[in-house]
């Protein structure tokens, strides 16, 4: 994982960018060994024992922000979760003065939803605490990504010439440039398509292909399905959910069964998925969710562990959890 | 003709013989060592090398090693007075001319009030012959408020002292406003500049569109937002015998449609700001506000047109649109910053530093391009000749030094250049005939 400003000291997951396919699978298989402990009846180990998790939401979220609380939960850390509406945050404080503040209680990580791309890179340049970004803007969403791949390398074994096609409003979506990188990286081919107003210009330099249509949507074998909110109809993106839903929703017409279907959450049943094909048994959407805690415990564990007080008693951690 | 559309509080005539300096004004012929002589702040005589005998009561400044250039003109500052003197007064921002090597800065509208009335304007003049330390001209608003609705009174704010109009900041969005706006110059004259960007197609874009928006995930600002509104424009200034200056031109097709209307015979003429000509938008990459401005950076073929233009002239000087703002405002995510960077300090330099030394442009074609900005506005041309007034910039181009490392004249930090080690330490800038700006011991030892 990333270095920070703090060279050598501080690490940060910003961005998929900050980790190789090494790191990805070494993340991936810490996961894969707490899916262990939370199969037991008690899902505790002390590997942050007596640190601070600081988990700051400057939007509404309810997987990505329950599972980071779980996450340290389970690591044992002390969980601080502060949402936008119920802070000072809404009395006018600025983004620095908030992490200055946190930062005095001395927190082993800050976890940052953000609306604004880049967020999560200032909090890291404003603190000594890890940093792990959440969701900025429409820029990235590095957890989703790692949860993305761990359920689809469980499915799949690997991702190597796998083809994955995104499909949806990707210009909105941090999800889907986060995936592409990350599904990329693993070794899959990846085409995105949706309404041509939703696709940005320049988005191949991603590396990734565009489809104008889902005409050719049979040669996937894994269909990821993005959210199509509301608003973009009033934004006047696509003329009425109506069309987009004849043209680019995916269901049993359009799903075949070779192909395993994924989607990010939450679901706008009836318009970007069709009922019958979220609760197909290719759908992996319930896999997704589930995979949220481990991999969230995987990064705060990489980031975390090994620095500060307790690194010896993590070490110890996860030798246990090993065992187990 | 007898209106002064420049303002400032002098400094004391200079007396001083400039010593084997070498002396770059491509307008006179001059690029070879010469002594400057300036008695009462003006030019009194030019000579060879050593050869000016010490007038009594004249400075002698040993220029030998060092540049002399005719003083810098910019003709689109930001100075945020009224109502912004958190960011900028007029006494920083001419005091960041000075140490620029500018000797004259014309400022915009979009200030809170906006200057688009003669009172107003005459409240800026006053408080400019006491604070300003390099004469500072007005561009008051085309339309009222910078709203284009109304017109302001144009012919009375070019009496009041008005060097042209603007709205810069904002485009004017209706093409017939600004057809109105152009009928009326032939009453009033004064150019008119523009800020050229279609809102419909910039709509909430932060950067460049193109593919590092589409990596970053930001609402683009395509150059087509830019380019379509140059070529409207250009089509109404030649169909109303008008004339009109592009603001801070970015990208290739601007450069192509001023190119042709020009070549057609429109009065059109154009700026680029040193950032456009140096940075692209891999630099937006790092999420540091420091780089969002508008028009954003574009690409490098964005760059590299730019570049040409100035090369043949299409594009007839350059402009920093120095836009100061406070540090608590620029240090917020990206999307949230306010547009604009500091330049005035830093043009000079960063030209220098990475498209003269690299032999991508000829010294000489720099000066002449960082002082054209006045003729296009009708003000006198900074030139050194005898007889002239003295505004001159002297600069050693072997001294390096750091940006931001000892702060800034200016009010202001957010500098898109702040870090770099730049060429070329201004010594000395003369204006108007005063001494403006002297570096200090300190920034020679940098040296």
Not at chain 2, 202 to 213: D, K, P
Not at chain 2, 381 to 403: K, Q
Request: proline share 6%; net charge negative.
């Amino acid at each position: 994982m990333t270095v920070g400003d703090h060279a050598g000291t501080t690490r940060h997951l910003l961005s998929i960018d900050d980790l190789d396919r090494a790191g990805i699978e070494r993340i991936l298989d810490r996961a894969a060994s707490f899916a262990e402990v939370a199969g037991r009846e008690i899902k505790k180990v002390p590997a942050l024992r007596g640190r601070t998790v600081v988990n700051l939401f400057y939007e509404a979220s309810t997987r990505t922000s329950s599972s980071f609380e779980l996450a340290a939960k389970r690591l044992s850390a002390d969980v601080v979760s502060i949402r936008a509406a119920t802070s000072s945050v809404t009395k006018g404080e600025s983004l620095k003065d908030t992490i200055q503040t946190l930062t005095a209680y001395d927190p082993a990580a800050i976890v940052i939803r953000s609306p604004h791309a880049g967020a999560a890179q200032l909090v890291a340049r404003w603190t000594d605490a890890a940093v792990v970004n959440a969701g900025d803007g429409k820029h990235e969403h590095p957890t989703q990504a790692l949860l993305d791949v761990y359920t689809l390398r469980r499915r799949l074994g690997a991702l190597d010439g796998a083809r994955v096609w995104i499909v949806g409003d990707v210009l909105h979506s941090r999800v889907a440039r986060s995936d592409i990188l990350a599904f990329a990286r693993m070794g899959a081919e990846v085409t995105v398509s949706g309404p041509p107003t939703l696709i940005p210009r320049g988005i191949e330099a991603l590396g990734c292909k565009v489809a104008p249509t889902l005409d050719r949507l049979a040669e996937a074998d894994v269909v990821y399905v993005l959210r199509m909110q509301h608003e973009r109809m009033q934004e006047a993106y696509v003329p009425s959910l109506r069309e987009y839903a004849a043209c680019f929703q995916v269901n049993a017409a359009r799903l075949q069964p070779h192909q395993l279907l994924m989607h990010p959450g939450p679901v706008n049943r009836g318009v970007e998925l069709s009922a019958d094909a979220i609760d197909s048994p290719q759908a992996l959407i319930a896999q997704q969710v589930e995979a949220g805690v481990v991999v969230r415990m995987a990064v705060l564990y990489e980031l975390l562990a090994g620095t500060g007080a307790t690194g010896a008693a993590a070490e110890g951690a996860i030798e246990t959890v090993a065992a187990a | 003709m007898s209106v002064r559309r420049l303002f400032h509080a002098p400094a004391p005539p200079a007396e001083l013989l400039v010593r084997e300096a070498h002396v770059v004004d491509p307008r006179s012929g001059l690029d070879a060592p010469g002594d400057v002589l300036v008695r009462d702040g003006a030019i009194a005589e030019l000579g060879a090398p050593g050869a000016l005998p010490v007038p009594g009561g004249a400075e002698i400044v040993e220029g030998a090693g060092l540049h002399l250039f005719p003083g810098f003109f910019d003709p689109h500052v930001h100075l945020r007075t009224p109502g912004q003197e958190h960011k900028e007064t007029l006494a920083t921002g001419t005091a960041a001319a000075a140490a620029g090597g500018y000797c004259g800065i014309v400022a915009m509208p979009n200030t809170a009030p906006v200057l688009d009335s003669a009172p107003l304007l005459g409240a800026l003049r006053e408080q400019a012959e006491r604070d300003a330390r390099v004469p500072v001209g007005f561009m008051p608003a085309i339309t009222r408020g910078l709203a284009g609705d109304e017109l302001t009174e144009m012919a009375e704010l070019r009496d009041a002292g008005a060097v042209g109009f603007t709205d810069d900041g904002r485009p004017v969005v209706a093409a017939g406003m600004l057809r109105r706006a152009l009928q009326y110059q032939r009453l009033c004259g004064g150019v008119l500049g523009l800020h050229e960007e279609d809102p419909s197609l910039s709509g909430h874009g932060v950067m460049h569109e193109g593919a590092v928006s589409a990596r970053l995930g930001m609402a683009g600002i395509p150059s087509v937002s830019e380019s379509t509104m140059v070529a409207r424009d250009a089509a109404l200034a030649a169909y109303e015998e008008g004339r009109v200056h592009f603001q801070h031109l970015s990208c290739v097709e601007s450069v192509e449609a001023l190119a042709a209307w020009k070549a057609a015979g429109a009065q059109v003429s154009g700026e680029a700001s040193p950032h456009h000509l140096t940075l692209t938008d891999e630099a937006v990459r790092s999420l540091d506000s420091r780089f969002k401005m508008n028009p954003p950076l574009r690409t490098e073929a964005d760059r590299q047109a730019l570049i040409a233009g100035l090369r043949d002239g299409t594009i007839a000087c350059i402009a920093t649109d120095h836009a100061p703002h406070a540090r608590h405002e620029k240090e917020v995510p990206f999307e949230e910053a306010p547009m604009g960077v500091t330049g005035l300090e830093t043009a000079f330099p960063v030209l220098y530093t990475d498209l003269v030394l690299p032999g991508v442009l000829p010294l000489g074609l720099v000066v002449e391009r960082m002082t054209a900005g006045a003729a296009l506005l009708d003000l006198a041309t900074p030139r050194i000749a005898v007889g002239e007034p003295a505004n001159l910039a002297l600069l050693d181009l072997a001294a390096s030094w750091e940006v931001g490392a000892r702060g800034y004249a200016s009010k202001s930090a957010n500098s898109c250049f702040e870090g770099r080690t730049l060429r070329g330490v201004v010594r000395l800038t003369v204006a108007a005939g005063g001494v403006v700006h002297r570096a200090d011991a300190a920034v020679e030892a940098l040296a």
